[in-house]
């Protein structure tokens, strides 16, 4: 089963450190890792369907997120909306890159959406029962703090039956 989309698109920060720590929960509870998007916060979902990235766009993406300044992630706590827990990166330089990516590609709503205003995160179960929130959130306490960097935005395509690469993009070292 697929939940997204042929020729989707969607700019992530990759996070493998984090992969090991949460594959099998989100295997189980996240639509995007069943269609092997691998552990991420998300940027921007939807971005510019697939048919539309042409050179010019990977270039104008490739100069956008030169500008955009890297850092350390530490992801510290366990957050959760009812029916989702995610791990909380705590850093203002990602939710400056959200901002800063969303004003600059206006046309594409977070999600889809106009009522949110969204926050980085990193999806661990989507659709969770508090019975399930509640293992999930005492398995992963004994990993945290989690450690990576944010230091480059992935561009990410659907093509059917999975996510995979299309373009990375590095950010400004710091």
Known sequence: MTFSNVGDSALVVLVPEADPIVESWRIQFDPSAQEYMPAHLTVLYPFMPDAQID????ASLATFFADQQGAPLTFGSINSWPGTIWLDPESEVSTTLLDNTRRHWPEFLPYGRTDIEPIP???????????????????????????????????????????TSKHQFPLAAN
Do not use: C, N, Q, Y
Request: hydrophobic content about 50%.
């Open 55 to 58: 050179a010019h766009a990977v």
């Open 121 to 163: 995160h990193l999806t661990v179960g989507d659709g969770v029962s508090d019975e399930d929130a509640l293992r999930i959130h005492e398995a992963l306490t004994l990993h945290l703090p989690l450690v990576s960097r944010l230091d480059a935005v992935d561009l990410m395509v659907f093509d059917g039956k999975r996510w």
